[in-house]
């Protein structure tokens, strides 16, 4: 149940990219024969990533995954426009590969806005156009978030960025696959996708670039995507992308209605089990992800729930993904000012394709004995409920 952190490849994602490592290996920028097969399926999963996102395949730039897209979208708006302006708006909540990036371009003379989140992770879309200045030259996004699943308003924010004239960039990696993602209705300059969160292999991402964006070169060298990016393309990785892409523009409806059920029968049994669970994300299951569900077990800390559970064989993640490892609580529970305690002993559930209603009754079956040892074991606990 870790699945906004990665999945498996989907059924027929694999079989597709198998043919391209052995057979049909050629380089697609070569004009002979072992090329130009190879060109042509490359140009098949272009249409296919196009159809998801609703765009047209010229304006796709594959990249190896959702952190370069961010890079490349962030800071190639940043070098192309500096001239116009040094101000970008962004989210307290985006994903590191956004924020990180925001905070680079900080040392090298830009002013970056990370907007409040209130305390259900949304935003304030007055704040957000009163943050809009004459050096202005980009607004960053995310179309949904990673550990709390909350859906942001983007086609609101386009229509402001349009209003404005500022060029408008999303994270989309998280929405990607799992809910309706329309870049022309949501008026995006740039969308970033990664493959790897939705069924494609990891490695492998694409970047929707609006016909007529400006936007800096970030790898140089050879002359591929259209002079977009230098590189020998991932092919075996672009083809299970554009297989990946067919499958959920086909599933999305019933895949986003089967999982829901499972996300939230997981999220009803786990407060009728236990006390004392709170949720973290806005309460409106329509504004989540289908899949994702955050929790604080009030009294424990999230790495230790994290590891009894991995020795039941659940997996999850505490807090983000990328921070684990260290015990500061995530920058999106913070943001919402959650309470450093409860902060620390959040879990994330996101559930998969794969995961099946048995996988819902075993962690509901397995998580309130362990909830409720490790409650025993907790100074805090003792200390307020003895
Ligand atoms: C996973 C993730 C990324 C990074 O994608 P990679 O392909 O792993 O680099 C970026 N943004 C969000 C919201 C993500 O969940």
Known sequence: ??????????????????????????????????????NSAVETAREQVAALINCSPAELVFVSCGSEGNNFAIKGTAEALKEKGNHIVTTSVEHPAVLETCEYLETQGFEVTYLKVDKNGMLDLQELEEAITEQTILISVMWANNEIGNIYPIDKIGRLAKKYKVCF???????????SVDVQQANLDLAVISGHKFGAPKGVGAIYIRRGTRLSRFMHGGHQERNRRAGTLNVTGIV???VACELAAKNLKQDAAKIARL??????????????????????????????????????????LLLNFDMKGIAVSSGSACTSGSLEPSHVMRAMCVDAVLAQSSIR?????????????????????????????????NRDKL
């Not at 960039?169 to 809910?179: E, L, N, T």
């Not at 236990?274 to 994300?281: C, H, T």
């Open 263 to 304: 996300r939230d029968k997981l999220e009803q049994g786990i407060f009728a089990a236990i006390p004392e669970v709170k949720l973290n994300g806005h309460p409106r299951q329509q504004l989540r992800l289908p899949n994702t569900l955050n929790v604080s077990f009030a009294y424990i800390e999230g790495e230790s």
């Open 240 to 242: 299970g992308l554009g």
């Open 1 to 38: 149940m870790d699945n906004n952190a990665t999945m498996s490849v989907r059924p027929g994602v694999l079989e597709a990219m198998l043919p391209f490592f052995r057979e049909q290996f050629g380089n697609p920028s070569s004009v002979h024969w072992a090329g130009r097969a190879v």
């Open 169 to 179: 960039h999303s994270d989309s990696v998280q929405a990607v696959g799992k809910i």
């Open 349 to 381: 559930f996101s559930l998969g394709t794969d995961n099946t209603e048995e996988d819902v009754d075993y962690v509901l079956q397995e998580l309130p004995p362990i909830v409720q040892r490790l409650r025993k074991m907790s100074p805090l606990y």
